[in-house]
């Protein structure tokens, strides 16, 4: 049992999409733009669900945000959000018969097995079970008394008797007028949300002893005008990043959707579903971009990929559309690593840890659990084994392609040297120099000859690089060893790839070396011919052939 914190409270918005509002429609910018945008400020709210109506009631949704502290409210960062709508949500929040309510957090009981639906994984999350109970105080007593005595028997008599019930979880008092609305702004309503696993007991005998006791009657006698009480199951948690390809697949491509706030695209039809955003790291504050797209159920396996250094996740571009053909089971994620864009403030120098740890932070902001498969190549590569040692529960299998498992004194100082380069010519260095360098560096002879076309796509890439952002993320490279920890990875199976012509040939060997340092059974290497540093740019087939089997 819990008092509330000072100022604690609830957004709680009911919502009926009006005839001719199409439900995809309306589900898919709610989870996509709206619920987002709100998860975004965990300063205000620490969680958004959402709920639909089981007792046959309009209106048939329910979402309920926690507010860290009601006065957040008023101000400017979340009333701003609010004004600054984009078109899509005016439009359609038109065609939504909406009512918001504040209410403040009283008291709240909780199982000693409970947990928060958004520490939970989807599937222990959905499905439970949301009884809104709301009373009117009767006008003969004073709102604030007749509100005491109410709380008084909640607390006290009912909600420890609710506790009894078969697969109850938590039950919370709010009371409304919030203290943000003012003692003017209506009655005083008291409103309990008991909340309960989805295999439950009510309407059970404990449930109907908690409704017959000598108390109950003398407070409905005394202190209550009116009852309201509402069932629902919880369906959607949101997180901060937008994820619904399911609503979004069932939308034709002129559904589609692009805002620079609050940074968000999606792709509708033939070409879809695909979701375009970002993430904002909660260590650093540093955004990420990503891309989610492919199979649309929210239940479908997802494949992750870790990208070069100085490439974007559009490297992946030439295998995504393999995979996608290939393997329309899964869902397929990409995103910018850290230094493709902007640095954090305080700038900071990257290391394998703060890389795997991104990672972490994007599956987090997903609501992935479990990755299928990550691969990784070049500092991606050395991503997706260190992800694999910090975070084993999280990963299925990897394929780590085109990287060492330690660097070198010499590989520093390369790296420093590069610097240099990119920063030359007041920062011009990077896209008059060294991408050009770079890309002859990486490809096998083959490409450089016959695949001019794939040679000018990756030193555009590279060249759009942020200077700053590749000064501190190359340092991830820098004195880095990997090889005692990969022993101890014993549950993720791995694989390793490499371009016959990387470094000259060099790195075959030095992968040869090591891939036998994984966990008990080592992991296999697999070469792809006629390819250099990032063979599935070269040779999207051949990288896919040399995979396909282990996915």
Request: glycine share 8%; charged share 25%.
């Amino acid at each position: 049992m819990a008092a509330a914190k000072n100022g604690q409270g609830m957004l709680y918005v009911t919502m009926q999409p009006q005839e001719g509002l199409s439900l995809d429609q309306f589900h898919e910018w709610y989870n996509n733009e709206h619920g987002p945008t709100r998860l975004r400020l965990p300063q205000i709210f620490s969680n958004g669900l959402r709920y639909q109506a089981t007792d046959g009631q309009q209106p048939h949704f329910l979402a309920a945000y926690d507010v860290t502290d009601m006065a957040h409210l008023l101000t400017p960062t979340y009333l701003d959000l609010r004004a600054n709508r984009s078109s899509r949500e005016a439009e359609t929040i038109g065609q939504v018969k909406v009512d918001r309510f504040f209410f403040d957090l009283v008291w709240t009981q909780e199982a000693s097995s409970f947990k928060p639906a958004e520490q939970c994984t989807n599937a222990e999350a959905e499905g439970r079970v949301l009884v809104a109970v709301d009373v009117s105080l009767s006008l003969a007593n004073e709102p604030d008394a007749a509100a005491e005595k109410v709380i008084q028997w909640y607390e006290e008599e009912h909600i420890p008797m609710l506790s009894k019930i078969p697969g109850w979880l938590r039950s919370r008092v709010l009371r409304t007028p919030s203290s943000i609305e003012g003692s003017n702004a209506g009655e005083t309503k008291i409103i309990t949300l008991h909340e309960y696993a989805p295999q439950n007991g009510l309407g059970g005998p404990e449930h109907k002893a908690s409704m017959d006791t000598p108390w109950r009657t003398e407070v409905f006698d005394k202190y209550i005008t009116e009852k309201g009480r509402r069932t629902y199951s919880l369906f959607y948690v949101f997180g901060p990043a937008p994820r619904d390809l399911e609503h979004l697949s069932r939308l034709p491509a002129s559904k589609a959707f692009s805002a620079a706030a609050p940074r968000l695209t999606t792709t509708a039809g033939s070409e879809g579903p695909i979701i375009s955003s970002y993430i904002t790291t909660p260590h650093d504050g540093l955004t990420i971009p990503y891309q989610l797209e492919g199979n649309p159920s929210p239940t479908a396996p997802v494949i992750a990929f870790s990208n070069s250094l100085l490439t974007s996740l559009h490297m992946w571009d030439h295998l995504v559309k393999l995979l996608k053909q290939a393997r329309p089971d899964l869902r397929i994620l990409r995103y910018d690593t850290r230094g493709r864009h902007a640095i954090s403030s305080p700038p900071q120098p990257a290391t394998l840890d703060l890389l795997a740890d991104d990672l972490a932070s994007l599956l987090d902001a997903l609501r992935i659990d479990k990755l299928q498969t990550l691969v990784g190549v070049s500092m991606g590569g050395a991503t997706t084994l260190n992800f694999a040692i910090r975070h084993p529960s999280r990963l299925g299998k990897f394929v780590a392609c085109d990287f060492n498992a330690a660097s070198s004194e010499a590989n520093t100082q390369a790296w420093k040297d590069r610097i240099a380069v990119a920063e030359s010519d007041e920062g011009k260095g990077l896209k008059e120099k060294l991408a050009a360098v770079t890309v002859e560096r990486w490809f096998h002879p083959n490409t450089m000859e016959k695949k001019r076309e794939t040679v000018e796509w990756m030193t555009e890439m590279v060249a759009g690089n942020d200077v700053e952002g590749f000064r501190w993320s190359c340092q991830a490279l820098w004195g880095y060893d990997l090889r005692e920890k990969m022993k101890g990875v014993k549950e993720v199976e791995g694989l390793f790839v490499v371009g016959d012509g990387d470094g000259k040939g060099a790195l075959v060997k030095a992968m040869e070396g090591f891939r036998g340092l994984l966990g008990d059974k080592g992991g296999e290497l697999k070469v792809v011919k006629e390819a250099g540093h990032l063979p599935m740019c070269e040779s999207p087939e051949g990288f896919w052939e040399a995979v396909r089997d282990f996915i």
